[in-house]
């Protein structure tokens, strides 16, 4: 599987931003995607996820009502919608695909980046005070 993340940019406290992430090489119906980010310093931490067939999604608590992951199937695009950014949101941000055909994703979503296989290029989010 291949990733293509792309959306970052330089925003203001309280801006919005789209990443979007173009997976390719395969279909994705056993699939869940995440999208994961690290701060200069800092661990890479799960932000968002989504499962692919179900479109069942999952949010740390720290973006929930503030971001929000979605698909796009016939573009093979998953998205991040992120308002109300604040400075503790900058980071590079990664897209990550994880092959889950038996759903184990319905009884503990993957918060690990060890968990997913794939992984895109990061996506610079600076957000200025």
């Known amino acids: 599987v291949q990733l293509q993340a792309s959306g970052g940019g330089l925003v203001q406290s309280g801006d919005s931003l789209r990443l979007s992430c173009e997976a390719s090489?395969?279909?994705?119906?056993?699939?869940?995607m995440g999208w994961f980010r690290q701060a200069p310093g800092k661990e890479r931490e799960f932000v968002a996820g989504?499962?692919?067939?179900?479109?069942?999604?999952y949010y740390t608590d720290s973006v929930k009502g503030r971001f929000i992951i979605s698909l796009d199937n016939t573009k093979n695009t998953a998205y991040l919608q992120m308002s109300r950014l604040q400075p503790e949101d900058t980071a590079v941000y990664y897209c990550?695909?994880?092959?889950?055909?038996?759903?184990?994703?319905?009884?503990?979503?993957?918060?690990?980046?060890?968990?997913?296989?794939?992984w895109g290029q990061g996506t610079q989010v600076t957000v200025s005070s």
């Open positions: 090489g395969r279909t994705f119906s056993n699939y869940v």
């Open positions: 989504v499962s692919w067939s179900a479109s069942k999604t």
């Open positions: 990550a695909a994880r092959f889950d055909p038996g759903r184990l994703y319905i009884f503990n979503w993957p918060l690990l980046p060890d968990q997913y296989g794939d």
